[in-house]
């Protein structure tokens, strides 16, 4: 009897074909939400790694500020240790080294520096230590985060070296050094600083600009993503409704077939 | 047709525990993201601080200089005091302000190295701050409070920088993760989704296995 109204009315084939409509168009929509699903993961990795990168490109752009003001700070010094010398070397100056100096301060509190060429040696070395110190230590805290910046060791070896070479030059000379000898190197220290600094401070600048340059692409890059995601995200759901549209035709057709055949 | 049902039944299942999996492994990943950026926002906030840290030990060393240097001056007993107290004043400033910082961190808890600085700070603070201004001390008490000033100052910058490169170690390893945790994600949505097109072809079969049946 089923198959009598069935062949009658042609309505078997429109059954099983919005039945494999249906299913085509919900794997459709599955693969295409499956594919939008890959791209958010993408999507995040990508933000992940753009945020580190960003990050990356400040603490090299804070680095080039910080070895900017270290330079400023050994030119302040220099001055200040070739004025010490200065006043050393000339002897209508060497009342502001003596004890009578003090004495004739009237504030009971003044009391004053005495200086000698021994304590501004000290003062150079500790300096020379100091910088030394800061600068490989913040460099080699910068490597640990970055891997491709091996022309930075480099640089960073060059400046170490010539301070180095320096700090033996005033450890071997020692309190036997004259004061000219001790302004001049001194001068050629903070020459040999400056340059290697500059071309220290140069290379980090260059690597932070393409750091940034990079961060700028990656982020178009990740909007292009987004906008994929959110396109596929729609046309899944265009096909979900197609899909839903075959089963509701499905079950108008159906439902009636089985109405009227319960009811013969 | 049972042996089909019954197949696609397991299917369903693996497709399950899959996107289950995958629920958990994406949290994970998520999570690792979410630690690493926080890391790598507090490692820019410190490697700032360690710079401007570093800047001012090495001014201080510079205005020591200056202090000898300053001939016009040493003559004024007024300003060679101003001279001292600013010496001290910055450096000081910082010591206070990374006390009550890292006594609000995790790493004061665990690092012994950290809790006996903060303990030396503190110390130190109390005794500076009972001389009130540093320019009423002797040259022999400002050169020994001088050398403890910087001593302080020196182990912070070499506590921070441990602290700072563990951290940049443990951002490293939480983006290993959370890529790690991503890609299994991927791949089991994506084995998931397999068994969902398996489970698909196979009730189609069925289905028209049925029809044609019913057809008979």
């Known amino acids: 009897m089923t198959e009598v109204i069935w062949k009658k009315t042609g309505i078997n084939e429109i059954l099983i074909r919005c039945l494999i409509f249906s299913g085509c168009f919900g794997a459709t929509a599955l693969l295409i939400d499956q594919y939008a699903i890959q791209q958010e993961s993408m999507i995040r990795s990508t933000q992940t790694s753009n945020y580190q990168l960003e990050t990356n490109s400040n603490m090299l752009k804070n680095y080039v500020g910080h070895l900017a003001e270290s330079e400023q700070l050994f030119m302040n010094f220099n001055q200040s240790i070739v004025t010490r010398l200065g006043i050393m070397l000339y002897e209508e100056m060497n009342f502001l080294n003596t004890q009578e100096f003090t004495e004739n301060c009237e504030e009971p509190f003044c009391i004053t520096f005495v200086d000698s060429k021994e304590i501004a040696i000290t003062d150079i070395l500790i300096f020379i230590e100091k910088l030394k110190e800061t600068t490989f230590d913040n460099v080699v805290s910068l490597r640990i985060f970055m891997d491709d910046l091996e022309v930075l060791d480099i640089l960073l070896d060059d400046l170490i070296k010539a301070l180095t070479f320096s700090e033996d030059r005033f450890v071997s000379s020692g309190a036997e050094a004259q004061i000219p000898e001790i302004t001049q190197n001194l001068g050629l220290l903070l020459d040999d600083f400056l340059s290697h600094s500059y071309a220290l401070r140069q290379a980090i600048e260059q690597k932070s600009d393409a750091m940034h340059e990079k961060t700028i692409t990656e982020r178009a890059f990740i909007s292009q993503l987004m906008s994929k995601k959110q396109i596929l995200l729609l046309i899944g759901v265009f096909f979900q409704v197609l899909s839903l549209i075959c089963l509701l035709i499905f079950f108008r057709l159906f439902l009636p077939l089985i109405a009227r055949y319960t009811d013969k | ?216």
């Open chain 2, 1 to 216: 047709m049972f042996k089909t049902i019954a197949f696609s039944l397991i299917l369903a299942w693996i497709a399950l525990c899959c996107s289950i999996l995958a629920v958990f492994y994406e949290y994970t990943a998520e999570n690792n993201r979410y630690e690493a950026e926080s890391r790598n926002s507090y490692q820019l906030r410190d490697n700032q601080l360690i710079y401007f840290r570093d800047r001012e030990v090495i001014r201080s060393n510079v205005q020591h200089s200056e202090m000898h240097s300053e001939f016009f001056f040493k003559k004024n007993g007024d300003s060679l005091n101003w001279k001292k107290d600013s010496v001290f004043k910055s450096l000081v400033g910082f010591i206070k302000q990374d006390i009550a910082y890292l006594q609000n961190t995790e790493d004061h808890k665990n690092n012994k190295k950290l809790t006996k600085w903060i303990e030396d700070s503190k110390i130190f603070i109390v005794e500076y701050e009972k001389v009130g201004f540093i320019s009423s001390v002797t040259q022999n008490e400002f050169s020994i409070r001088w050398a403890k000033l910087k001593n302080l100052s020196e182990e912070y910058l070499v506590i921070a920088r441990e602290l700072g490169d563990s951290r940049k170690k443990g951002i490293i390893k939480n983006r290993l993760n959370a890529e790690r945790a991503t890609n299994i994600s991927s791949n089991l949505i994506l084995i998931a989704f397999i068994c969902e097109i398996f489970i698909f072809g196979l009730l189609q079969l069925l289905e028209i296995k049925t029809e044609r049946r019913l057809m008979r």
